[in-house]
């Protein structure tokens, strides 16, 4: 075996030699069966002993790594190794119990921007549809630094893994929207908004529909902190899903009925209907292509319009609401390429065929094994 790795082509070779069929089987002998599991042990990594090396760098304080040359490159791309490791959940809840977890949140006030970024973007992994991993991070106070992140980091990257971040470890967990809540976390979404940058306005839209959907109440918080306006102007977005996302957060409020209003945005009405009508003329210049790709966006507002005014909007008028053929089954593409053997019988079997046509193959008992 070679010093930089194992010996895969010889590996290879060995086992075509050994299975192709044209000898009998014999037993290995022991240098061959010596050889064989150590190619193969070579390839096997102990993930908890590596995640122990790992969690013993992340304790070691970060001026003592960088007196021994270890640079924040060489922390993310140990981070990068972690979140493959905890992609498995057993593994992001063995985390804890190796006592890696709080170092991990440590990193999340590292001293470099991309290394904070980087262990956003593992805790996401962690506790991304794992009760268990959101309930540890949780008592381990995680959501407190990664809230400081998302709201006062000046690092836009930052902000936006920590955002993905708390979308993870606060959805379907009521006690972690809570404490969101309690923290000031929609003024902070608001915040985000303001921003400039489209990827970080998506995520903070998108947690914002389902917070509001999970939760009608809030919708009367979101209108007193100005919400609608806001979300009314990212509606004109030249970013299709921030246009997309701002409507399905409209929608939420238009549809709410806590607030007393039967439906609509009250005083912001005519803006909204303003807005929506520009939305439509939009869509009514649009090429086949681009109404396709605007689909989504097409449903929305009608579904603002119908929800808002009581009638249907103009989309349906103009037949743009439903395209033809959009609902549709998908093309059966692959049959045209993998025929079952009975159809590609009976099409080469054909009247016109210069071969005297045979009768159909009598099928009985059971089918013949593959």
């Given amino acids: 075996m070679a010093k930089d790795g194992p010996n895969w082509d010889g590996l290879l070779k060995w086992s075509i030699a050994n299975s192709d069929g044209t000898r009998p089987n014999r037993n290995l002998s022991e240098e061959d069966r010596r050889w064989f599991m150590e190619a193969m042990q070579s390839q096997t990594v102990d993930v908890i002993q590596r995640m122990k090396e790992i969690t013993l760098v992340m304790k070691t304080p970060e001026q003592e790594l960088e007196a021994q040359g270890v640079t924040a490159a060489d922390i993310e791309d140990m981070l990068d190794e972690l979140q493959e490791h905890v992609e498995s959940i057993d593994m992001a809840n063995d985390l804890h119990s190796i006592g890696g977890l709080i170092p991990l949140l440590g990193y999340l006030k590292n001293s470099h921007a991309n290394v904070r970024a980087k262990a956003a973007e593992v805790v996401s992994t ?98 007193e902190l100005g919400f609608p306006r806001i979300m009314l102007h990212l509606a004109s977005s030249k970013d299709a899903e921030v246009r997309e996302a701002a409507l399905r957060g409209l929608l939420e409020l238009a549809r709410d009925k806590t607030g007393g209003n039967n439906g609509g945005l009250g005083e912001d009405d005519e803006k909204l209907k303003q807005i929506l009508e520009e939305r439509i003329k939009g869509i009514s210049l649009m090429s086949t292509e681009d109404l396709g790709a605007a689909r989504e966006e097409r449903q929305l507002v009608d579904s603002l319009w119908s929800t808002c005014y009581k ?60």
């Fill in 311 to 370: 009638e249907p909007s103009s989309l349906r008028e103009k037949g743009l609401l439903a395209l033809p053929g959009e609902d549709d089954p998908p093309p059966d593409v692959a049959s045209q390429h993998f025929e079952p053997p009975l159809r590609g019988w009976a099409r080469t079997s054909d009247s016109d065929s210069p071969v005297k046509k045979q009768d159909a193959p009598l099928l009985l008992g059971p089918s013949p094994p593959n």
């Fill in 126 to 223: 962690i506790v991304q549809n794992n009760p268990r991993s959101q309930q540890l991070v949780m008592e381990a106070n995680g959501l407190e630094p990664l809230l400081s992140n998302f709201s006062s980091d000046s690092d836009v990257k930052v902000r936006t893994k920590a955002l993905y971040a708390i979308s993870s470890l606060i959805r379907h967990n009521k006690p972690g929207i809570a404490a969101f809540r309690l923290a000031n976390g929609y003024a902070a979404l608001r915040d985000a908004l303001g921003t400039e940058n489209v990827r970080f306005q998506r995520k903070a839209l998108n947690l914002i529909q389902y917070l509001l959907h999970e939760n009608q109440s809030d919708c009367n918080v979101v209108s």
